[in-house]
């Protein structure tokens, strides 16, 4: 009886306390642009991808979405911090306000863009694929995979799977958590080819050159366009990311940028462990 | 034998033919084991490329830091020990409330167990993370935490709770796992509390000890000695659902180790010496509660 009496009063307070902070909230819908200057840093949303985003020796963030970020940052007059976030969460995590970009390599797709505006492009990578010199050696176009023998390994829930139930509508396809997963199905000779991001497939045929080759060179299956993704409803800040990447392509710095880290690994393969 | 003769003394333990055939059988299957996954798996071996993400050697102090993996532990560690605390709070006062008098109480904590029990961790991680504590740490003003305030930015603060900039991030974990766990406990302790006999409820009332007097000094004792083995198996469960929150980007362990794995691609060098990892840290849980067993049990007859 007591504690239905004491339990009253309490819950009219805190009522009142939550309807004040809503109301609070709701007032503060400032730009993103206007929220990042106040706040002094630009938070920025990535996955670890080689050699997109990665680690060093030491634990730091490199790559070429660090570059881009810290770049940018730079630019606004800010400091960066990025917030690594698991790739099949990240658009629900921007949504979120957990922080205010993606520099993270995103292909634009139109799914996407329903709930995320995109910028322009800043980069374009594409599907390459890495097959297994034993089962494949002899394979030269791609009619030569597209068969009900032949089996495909990518990266599950990305663009790779898609490309591939796409080009080789006839081959078995099979999904991987990870891409390492799925190019260790074609070094073990239990897929015949698998298909990933460029440059990742010419960077492990190149630490298996015995048994992995890249049957098409360096010749991209599909061609894709990386943009930054950010939260819809702020066009202001869209246009402050798009005409930084138009300026950036336009003096080279990009293209620089872009060749230091996808052309080969000589020039940062030290930074990322003792071999 | 006879009875002036001496009692005769315990059989020792002796490792006979039989036992030593039988650990040499399963020694020889598991280098098999090995042997065959080794050959047919294509893979070279390199766990130096590892090793060194556990601990690196700083330039600037001249001395050996932790790194990556080690960090990653440190977070596991303290959600581990944060949300072990909260949820044990949690189930407590749930699992009394399963028991007492009051309907309103026991509506509240029967919904609370049956919503999350039933519920996959992941599913609820995901709920959690991304409708209720988008909603709530805005409303709450953790991100606008001012991270050059003294209280924040100092070594106990980092020891605690780790990097001030993780703070909302380690939050939002930290209160997934307590509200999950919670609900279990709740279970456990409600057993606990229903196993301790009613005797002991009415002897101690008739002499005279307040409603909250008789919880915290004769029945929860009673109940906390009898549920302690089912409670150390829930906090393993624990430790080891910490890992389904790297989904969420925590960066406790499984989270770094997924980088570690990406970036060296080292895959299973990466994930062996993770699961050692926190096989060390969830068998020192089970030791733990092991010796307060062996406590609780000395003070029984």
């Known amino acids: 009886m007591t504690l239905s009496k004491q339990l009253k009063p309490l819950l009219l307070a805190a009522l009142l306390v939550v309807a004040g902070n809503i109301f609070t909230i709701s007032a503060a819908t400032a730009g993103m642009l206007e929220d990042v200057q106040k706040r002094g840093t630009l938070r920025v949303g990535m996955a670890t991808f080689v050699p997109w985003a990665m680690r060093d020796k030491d634990g730091n963030l490199i790559g070429f979405e660090i570059d881009v970020a810290t770049q940018v940052a730079e630019d606004m007059g800010v400091k960066v911090e990025f917030v690594p976030t698991a790739w099949s969460g990240i658009i629900p995590a921007l949504i979120a306000k957990k922080f205010d970009i993606i520099i993270g390599g995103m292909s634009i797709t139109p799914q996407r863009n329903l709930t995320v505006n995109f910028t322009t492009p800043y980069a374009h990578s594409g599907q390459q694929m890495a097959a297994n010199m034993q089962l494949a050696g002899d394979f030269k176009t791609r009619e030569d995979f597209n068969s009900s023998d032949v089996t495909i390994a990518c990266r599950r829930g990305a663009t790779p799977c898609k490309a591939a139930q796409k080009l080789f509508p006839k081959a078995t396809v099979r999904r991987f958590d990870d891409d390492a997963q799925a190019f260790q199905e074609v070094v073990n000779g239990n897929a015949h080819g698998m298909i990933s991001s460029a440059p990742k497939p010419r960077f492990w045929s190149d630490a298996h050159p015995t048994k992995v080759f890249l049957p098409f060179g360096d010749e991209n299956l599909t061609k894709g366009d990386e943009a930054f993704a950010l939260r819809k409803g702020d066009p202001d800040a869209l246009n402050f990311f798009s005409n930084w990447i138009v300026v950036k392509t336009s003096n080279g710095w990009l293209q620089e940028r872009h060749d230091y880290w996808f052309q080969d690994q000589s020039a940062w393969k030290d930074m990322v462990a003792p071999q | ?301």
């Not at chain 2, 071996?45 to 990653?72: A, H």
């Not at chain 2, 009613?198 to 000094?217: C, M, P, T, Y």
């Not at chain 2, 994930?271 to 000395?298: D, N, P, Q, T």
């Open chain 2, 1 to 301: 034998m006879d009875r002036n003769s001496p009692p005769p003394k315990q059989g020792k333990q002796r490792f006979t033919i039989v036992d030593f055939l039988l650990f040499a059988a399963v020694a020889a299957l598991i280098l098999y084991a090995g042997y065959r996954v080794n050959d047919v798996l294509v893979y070279h071996w390199n766990w130096s490329r590892v090793l060194g993400f556990l601990v690196k050697y700083d330039q600037e102090s001249q001395s050996w830091v932790s790194n990556l993996l080690l960090q990653g532990l440190a977070t596991t560690l303290r959600l581990a020990i944060w949300a072990t605390v909260f949820a044990t709070l949690v189930g407590i006062i749930m699992g009394y409330w399963r028991t007492c008098e009051n309907l309103a109480l026991r509506i509240v904590s029967r919904c609370y167990v049956e919503l999350i029990r039933n519920i996959p961790p992941i599913v609820f991680i995901f709920i959690f993370y991304f409708f209720v504590s988008s909603q709530l740490f805005p409303a709450i003003g953790i991100y606008n935490i001012d991270r050059d305030n003294p209280w924040v930015a100092n070594e106990v603060f980092a020891f605690l709770f780790g990097d001030p900039a993780l703070l909302d991030n380690f939050l939002a974990g930290m209160i997934c796992l307590s509200l999950f766990e919670g609900a279990y406990i709740t279970e456990i302790v409600r057993a606990g509390i229903q196993s301790t006999p009613k005797g002991q409820w009415e002897a101690a009332r008739s002499i005279g000890l307040s409603h909250f007097n008789v919880l915290r000094d004769i029945i929860l004792p009673q109940a906390v000695r009898k549920i302690l083995p089912p409670l150390a198996g829930q906090f393993i469960t624990l430790i080891k659902d910490s890992a389904i929150i790297s989904l969420i980007s925590i960066q406790e362990l499984t989270f770094v180790a997924n980088e570690v794995a990406a970036t060296t691609t080292r895959v299973f060098e990466t994930w062996i010496l993770v699961g050692a990892m926190y096989f060390v840290l969830c068998y020192s849980f089970a030791l733990l509660f092991a010796h307060l067993e062996r406590r609780a049990k000395r003070s029984q007859r």
